[in-house]
Antibody, heavy 120, light 111 residues
C-alpha cells in the first residue's frame, strides 16, 4: 500500500534553514508528481510546492518562491523540501502528498506530516 | 484569507444530511478545473474523499457526494454518523495564481 513518511522537522530560528524528506513506498514513485502542503496550527491547508514525476519542473506559490526548493531522487524514492530564510509564518505541519494521474495532478495520498517550528 | 471560501462550521444530528459549500471564482472552480474534497479527522493527515468534482476513491462510502455549479462546489453527507466529525477541505487549481488552492476548511460537528 502507498506509504509516505516525512522527516526532518524541528525547531529553527527565524532566518534559518531546514531540509525535509519524504520517503515513499508502495507505488512507482518515478511515475508521479509530488506535492508539499502545509497546515499552520489551527488553520487550513496551504499548497507549498509541486514537482513533476521526472523532476524537470517545479512550481511554488508566491509565499515561498525564492526561499523553498522542492527536489526528488527517484533512485531513492525520496522527495525533499529545502527551506531557507524561514519566517514565523512558515511554522506549520508539512505534509508530502502523492499527485494524481491527471494533467493537473491534485494531492491524493498524504503522509502523516512533520512539524516545523520557527521560533527564537 | 483562503482563495476558496468555506463556512467555518456546520453541524447535524446523526442520520441527517448536511452540505458544505466551497465558493470560488472564474479562475478556479468557474474555469472548469476539478474540485477535490478532503476529510481530516482530529490529529490525522487529510484523506481524499471526492475527486473530479463527484468521484469517490475506492473505500469511500456513497454517503459522501460532490457536485458543482458555476463558481461553487458542494459536499453532501447523508446518514450522518459520529465518525464523520472532522474538518473538510475543498481544493482546486487557480489559473490566475498558477497554484493549487484550498478552502479554509469546515469543521463538521455531529450533535
Amino acid at each position: 500500500q502507498v506509504q509516505l513518511v516525512e522527516s526532518g522537522g524541528g525547531v529553527v530560528q527565524p532566518g534559518g534553514s531546514l531540509r525535509l524528506s519524504c520517503a515513499a513506498s508502495g507505488f512507482s514513485f518515478s511515475d508521479y508528481g509530488m506535492h508539499w502542503v502545509r497546515q499552520a496550527p489551527g488553520k487550513g491547508l496551504e499548497w507549498v510546492a509541486f514537482i513533476r514525476y521526472d523532476g524537470a519542473n517545479q512550481y511554488y506559490p508566491d509565499s515561498v518562491k525564492g526561499r523553498f526548493t522542492i527536489s526528488r531522487d527517484n533512485s531513492k524514492n525520496t522527495l525533499y523540501l529545502q527551506m531557507s530564510s524561514l519566517r514565523a509564518e512558515d511554522w506549520a505541519v508539512y505534509y508530502c502528498a502523492k499527485g494524481s494521474i491527471s494533467w493537473l495532478p491534485h494531492p491524493d495520498f498524504w503522509g502523516q506530516g512533520t512539524l516545523v517550528t520557527v521560533s527564537s | 484569507q483562503s482563495v476558496l471560501t468555506q463556512p467555518p462550521s456546520v453541524s447535524g444530528a446523526p442520520g441527517q444530511r448536511v452540505t458544505i459549500s466551497c465558493t470560488g471564482t472564474s479562475s478556479n472552480i468557474g474555469a472548469g478545473y476539478d474540485v477535490q474534497w478532503f476529510q481530516q479527522l482530529p490529529r490525522t493527515a487529510p484523506k481524499l474523499l471526492i475527486y473530479g468534482g463527484s468521484n469517490r476513491p475506492s473505500g469511500v462510502p456513497d454517503r459522501f457526494s460532490g457536485s458543482k455549479s458555476g463558481t461553487s462546489a458542494s459536499l453532501a453527507i447523508t446518514g450522518l454518523q459520529a465518525e464523520d466529525e472532522a474538518d473538510y477541505h475543498c481544493q482546486c487549481y487557480d489559473s490566475s495564481l498558477n497554484a493549487w488552492v484550498f478552502g479554509g476548511g469546515t469543521k463538521l460537528t455531529v450533535l
